[in-house]
């Protein structure tokens, strides 16, 4: 074993998980993962209100036990032997912080205060306030600082942080600045957390942050500070220029190199956010559409600057310089649920469960406890299995996926889910096939968007659990997109990514592209597109734009007007 040893650490929405790789031979030598206690528990999250915050606790103490659990399991002398270590985190997911960079909820009288922690990307507290930024933005009489993002999201840094100082005082007068997830890891574990001097990761800046060069960094104090003069305060401390996700950030501390298990002198890489880590782990290059399938979903690709000039992208998707690889600008759009689709119908199929099994005499504990969990395993796979073998004209329902709003194209975070067609026979396979539908014609959408203004996809590259867990849902992709799509054989995308970062900041490889040669996996599946079925569903796709264009009209904004928006 050499010392060249990597470590990729990918923080999720429910867990952080770890893997230890030779980057030499693309071996993945152990791997752990790390369930958030507090997450796990609902804690600080209210999702009726669209409140979704996770403590600093919950990373910090994920990050120890799967790094020490995937050092473990790489054998007991591997640590010894990690050279470099890099990470991606959700996003956008920012956090208040003190003058040291210290998140609000690890000072005293803050620690269970919501407003103190990393609010994480779902969080949609923000709607009024983004449509603030977004009228500002047009209005103001200056430059229009979201030309290359589109409209501004609830979910991104600027619109969180107006929220919340509007709501909380304290947290306000004590946050001295505001940093994202991605970026306080790298900047704890090298003890650089100071707002004006850490790392501040390309991606995180470009996309959430709306910093491009053109403007010469991040929107003007003048600009940020007729919203509120706090924000231009944010703005005076967020210190800078952004760095790619492959920079070497700097050696670990010793206290975080015992925390670890690992040797002092471990060099810490950049960082990004998860989906474009997968997206590098993957394989990305010019061209190649990757799209990470999980509760959401993530569409990228990359392209030089040059290229871009005069394509109107403002309502399809977002740019960042140097974001996803360095030396691209980073084109990003998505769908604001996919597999979530999926999940609310099985909560809804297992509600009555949920709700009177415990209370019945005719079952102990234990089997209570093991027949839910075998209705909750089971009941998926086996509607999928009845849609598998049902004709394709046996229903003629229609859905919308919009049950987190829509990302792309054209943001509007007040549209809604939608069925259409429901009959006394419909049934639950009837239901799911025609969510599974709907996610697949949003992802067209955002394809057909796309190669409009003149992108060009050569291949797609599908990664996350759903791409690999269900043939069903890829398959209907296939046939819906009408393009072959090639399924990553990596299981732990976005963290090979994350070590493709720390391989070339601690110099085992001299660019990414180097990287990414000898690391990524190649391809577990590839779906081909059903000629009997593709037909079809270009008929089911009309039908699925013009429920799309009547239930946005129905709930437009009170700030906008019919013909406004066009979906």
């Known amino acids: 074993m050499q010392n060249d040893l990597v470590i990729g650490v990918d923080f999720g929405t429910d867990s952080v998980r770890a893997i230890v790789v030779d980057p030499r031979n693309n071996e993945v030598l152990g791997e752990d993962e ?54 991606d985190a959700t996003g956008s997911t920012p956090c208040p912080v003190n003058q040291d960079g210290v998140p609000l909820a690890l000072l005293a009288g803050f620690e269970d205060n919501p407003n103190a922690m990393f609010h994480l990307w779902k969080d949609h507290t923000a709607i009024q306030e983004a449509e603030e930024i977004n009228h500002a933005a047009a209005a103001w009489g200056g430059e229009d600082y979201t030309r290359f993002q589109g409209k501004y999201s609830s979910e991104w840094f600027w619109a969180k942080i107006l929220h919340t100082i509007r709501t909380d005082g304290q947290v306000k007068q004590a ?43 991040l929107p003007a104090r003048e600009f940020l500070a007729q919203l509120d003069p706090y924000l231009a305060t944010v703005r005076d401390h967020y210190g800078g220029p952004p760095q790619t996700a492959d920079t070497r950030v700097g050696t670990m501390t010793a206290e975080w ?12 890489g950049g960082s990004s956010f998860d989906a474009h880590a997968g997206a590098v782990g993957a394989g990305i290059a010019p ?6 399938v999980g509760t959401s979903t993530v569409d990228m690709l990359i392209e030089h600057y040059e290229k871009l000039k005069g394509k109107d992208l403002k309502e399809i998707c977002g740019q960042a310089e140097n974001s996803i690889m360095p030396g691209y600008v980073g084109i990003e ?92 026979g419909t049934t639950v ?9 709907a996610t697949a014609f949003g992802s067209r959408r955002i394809l057909e968007s796309f190669l409009a203004e003149g992108l060009s996809v050569e291949r797609i590259i599908t990664v996350g659990g759903i791409a690999q867990k269900s043939p069903f849902v890829m398959q209907t992709l296939a046939n819906v997109l009408n393009r072959s799509i090639s ?28 990287a990414q040669a000898a690391m990524s996996e190649g391809f577990l599946s590839v779906y081909i597109p059903e000629k009997e079925r593709v037909e079809r569903y270009n008929e089911l796709y009309q039908k699925y734009l013009r429920l799309g264009e009547f239930v946005e009209h129905e709930t437009l904004s009170g700030k906008e007007k019919p013909g406004d928006r066009c979906f």
């Open 34 to 87: 790390s369930y958030y206690p507090r997450w796990r528990d609902g804690r600080y999250c209210e999702p009726k209100h669209n409140q979704f915050r996770q403590h600093p606790r919950d990373y910090t103490e994920g990050l120890e036990a799967c790094v020490r659990g995937a050092v473990k399991n790489a054998g007991g002398s591997a640590g010894k032997y990690v050279k470099g270590i890099a990470v």
């Open 175 to 217: 946050a001295w600045s505001w940093v994202e997830h991605c970026d306080w890891i790298p900047a704890l574990l090298t003890g650089q957390t100071a707002p004006l001097t850490m790392y501040r990761s390309a991606c995180a800046a470009g996309h959430k942050a709306l910093w491009h060069s053109e403007f010469g960094g």
């Open 257 to 268: 190199a015992a925390r670890l298990g690992l040797s002092p002198h471990v060099i810490v």
């Open 287 to 292: 061209h190649i559409l990757v799209k990470v």
């Open 333 to 424: 759009a998505g769908q604001a649920a996919f597999g979530d689709v999926y999940a609310w119908l099985k909560e809804i199929l297992l509600w009555p469960l949920k709700q009177l099994l415990p209370s019945s005499g005719l079952l102990t504990e234990a089997q209570k406890n093991a027949l839910s969990e075998e209705f909750s395993a089971k009941i998926i796979p086996e509607i999928t299995a009845r849609c598998q073998a049902m004709p394709d004209d046996e229903a003629d329902l229609i859905a919308l996926d919009w049950f987190n709003g829509r990302r792309y194209p054209l943001v509007n975070e007040h549209v809604t889910g939608a069925v259409a067609g429901l009959q006394l």
């Open 429 to 437: 396979p009837h239901l799911y096939k025609a969510l599974v539908l």
């Open 487 to 514: 399924v990553s054989a990596s299981t732990q995308a976005c963290a090979k990514g994350a070590a493709m970062y720390a391989a070339v900041a601690a110099g085992v490889y001299n660019t990414l592209q180097d």
